[in-house]
T-cell receptor, first 115, second 115 residues
């Protein structure tokens, strides 16, 4: 698998409900990132995993958010008691794997709409 | 605190002409810079990058220029094509000393290439 897969692509939920997103990163990459993009903004860092360890969390990641990466493979991002302000595109990324390229390959994202 | 700034929200260019997208940064610790392209409902796609030890990097129609003293970089697209119409994000990171290597993005510039 040469790409980053995210599921679902779109999610509409009522305020107060819980939602969970999944990311399958590029195979054999031990680093994984979650970002959030809202309208008119660039992607904003949420959290970072190295293997199964969550090594950094942004202050954007409130207590209602939890991310996991069991066994260092796929990752999930859960939002509890969703609010309208959570409406955004949630992006997962892996390092490109190219030598001397410190960028990421992003998935297609999950578009969350909280109504 | 916006560490990476793209002050032009939009840019319109005629097909065949040059597109110049600008980006400024404030954190002098950044030493690797990237440009991403994003179409609606998709994740950002890596375009081109530059290390702080260089002042220019070229890849086909795309050239990135870095002026470290001014903390400024620009992306030149020549000749511009209608398929280049997208949002372009500038990003910066510190890959050589930091553990996370998170990317810090600007707010983006919407490029419209007119046929």
């Amino acid at each position: 698998d040469t790409g980053v897969s995210q599921d679902p692509r779109h999610k509409i939920t009522k305020r107060g409900q819980n939602v969970t997103f999944r990311c399958d990163p590029i195979s054999e990459h031990n680093r994984l990132y979650w970002y959030r993009q809202t309208l008119g903004q660039g992607p904003e860092f949420l959290t970072y995993f190295q293997n199964e360890a969550q090594l950094e969390k942004s202050r954007l990641l409130s207590d209602r958010f939890s991310a996991e990466r069991p066994k260092g493979s796929f990752s999930t991002l859960e939002i509890q008691r969703t609010e309208q302000g959570d409406s955004a595109m949630y992006l997962c990324a892996s390092p490109t794997g190219d030598r001397d390229n410190y960028g990421y390959t992003f998935g297609s994202g999950t578009r969350l709409t909280v109504v | 605190d916006q560490q990476v700034k793209q002050n032009s929200p939009s840019l319109s260019v005629q097909e065949g002409r040059i597109s110049i997208l600008n980006c400024d940064y404030t954190n002098s610790m950044f030493d690797y810079f990237l440009w991403y392209k994003k179409y609606p409902a998709e994740g950002p796609t890596f375009l081109i990058s530059i290390s702080s030890i260089k002042d220019k990097n070229e890849d086909g129609r795309f050239t990135v220029f870095l002026n470290k003293s001014a903390k400024h970089l620009s992306l030149h697209i020549v000749p511009s094509q209608p398929g280049d119409s997208a949002v372009y994000f500038c990003a910066a990171t510190t890959p050589y000393g930091g553990a996370t290597n998170k990317l810090i993005f600007g707010t983006g510039t919407l490029l419209a290439v007119q046929p």
